[in-house]
């Protein structure tokens, strides 16, 4: 059985540096490659984070045979084509939530992996966290009942900025995209593809969703009551809610690393899921454990789940009206 994996990183922005401090601390991982599109920019993400090999396209680093997977952290309107890249040099891919700007790009990547028999999972690392498993057992085995309901929401406060990429329209900016996802995430892991949707959003002066309200109906009549915000510091706190108790993921609920379970006539328990870390390890994980026993998808992440999130998150901004430049 395979034990290390030498992962390359596609992008040298905010979050590819993290990836990278989070891959540190699995012992079965190289990080083996960065790419990017300056050779300056390359060689110093390389030299701050101890990568030997630096390139200075994204071409260059998807065909390096010292790579093995691919981790896309580049701007949402750059994750398709990026993805297709590396996915047609024949490397497995880990990209960025959101998967693409729209569910019909995603489509096609999805399609593309599975022709070419290649592993392909969105970094959701939310889900990848060892509570996340723990809840999900809890619901398996309907430890806080039938459930019925959710709210959750991640707000924050982002610097203002018209040319800052998360106001920025034509690569994808606003809250839904980059924060909205993980309540609607959360509200697909627990119920599935929502049934009816409802929503209101500010859009602000460059034309991004500033803040949103969205609820979410399923088949058996179960309701989700999701917010987001990239102007405003939101509780971002997740409670899951069944007709024999209820889990409240404490804030932040997207990091999550304790939980208060509250079941009629019991006393309230805390549970605490600690972490060596950034938590950025576990999304990793997952990928490798899925490579090393054959898998073409995660059972945590499904591409199918993908794309019914990113068909959800269409559906949304379809009701405010909000189109990103390319027309969808
Ligand atoms: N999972 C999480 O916790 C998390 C957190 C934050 C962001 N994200 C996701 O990660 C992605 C990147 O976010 P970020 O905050 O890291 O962005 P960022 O700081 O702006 O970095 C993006 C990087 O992508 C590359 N890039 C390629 N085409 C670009 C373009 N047209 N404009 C700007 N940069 C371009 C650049 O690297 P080079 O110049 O080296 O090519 C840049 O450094 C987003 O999709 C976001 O949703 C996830």
């Known amino acids: 059985m395979r034990n290390t994996f030498r992962w390359g990183i596609l992008g040298t922005g905010k979050i590819a540096r993290q990836f990278a401090e989070g891959l540190k601390i699995l012992p079965e991982t190289t990080l083996a490659a960065v790419g990017s599109r300056t050779a300056e920019q390359a060689s110093a993400f390389g030299s701050q984070l101890n990568i030997p090999i630096r390139h200075s396209s994204y071409e260059a680093l998807v065909n390096d045979p010292n790579v093995d997977i691919v981790y896309v952290a580049t701007p949402h309107s750059c994750h398709r084509e990026n993805t297709l890249l590396a996915l047609s040099a024949g490397k497995s891919v880990l990209c960025e939530k959101p998967f693409t700007i729209d569910a019909r790009d995603a489509e096609e990547v999805i399609a ?46 982002a610097e203002y900025g018209e040319e800052e990429r998360l106001f920025d329209l034509s690569v994808g900016g606003g809250a839904l995209l980059d ?128 794309l019914s999130i990113m068909k959800t998150l269409d559906a949304i901004r379809a009701q405010w009206g909000l189109q990103y430049p390319k027309g969808v």
């Not at 929503?199 to 991004?208: E, Y």
């Not at 990239?230 to 932040?252: C, F, N, S, Y």
């Open 112 to 157: 593309f992996a599975r022709a070419q028999k290649l592993f392909l999972m969105e970094a959701m690392w939310t889900r990848c966290f060892p509570l996340m498993s723990r809840v999900r057992e809890m619901l398996q085995a309907s430890e806080i009942g039938d459930v019925r309901m959710l709210t959750a929401d991640f707000g924050f406060r």
């Open 179 to 306: 924060v909205g996802i993980y309540p609607v995430s959360l509200a697909s892991m627990i119920f599935g593809t929502p049934t009816r949707i409802a929503s209101l959003a500010n859009l602000g002066k460059t034309g991004v969703d500033e803040e949103a309200a969205m609820i979410l109906a399923h088949e058996q009549g179960q309701i989700a009551v999701l917010s987001t915000a990239i102007r405003l510091d939101t509780a971002q706190e997740a409670i899951i809610i069944g007709t024999k108790g209820r889990i409240r993921v404490h804030a932040p609920w997207w990091r999550p690393a304790a939980f208060t379970i509250s079941r009629e006539g019991v006393a309230d328990q805390i549970q605490e899921f600690p972490f060596d870390g950034n938590g950025y390890q576990f999304e990793a994980a997952e990928v490798m454990n899925c490579l090393r026993s054959g898998e073409l998808e995660s059972r945590v992440m499904p591409l199918d789940e993908t």
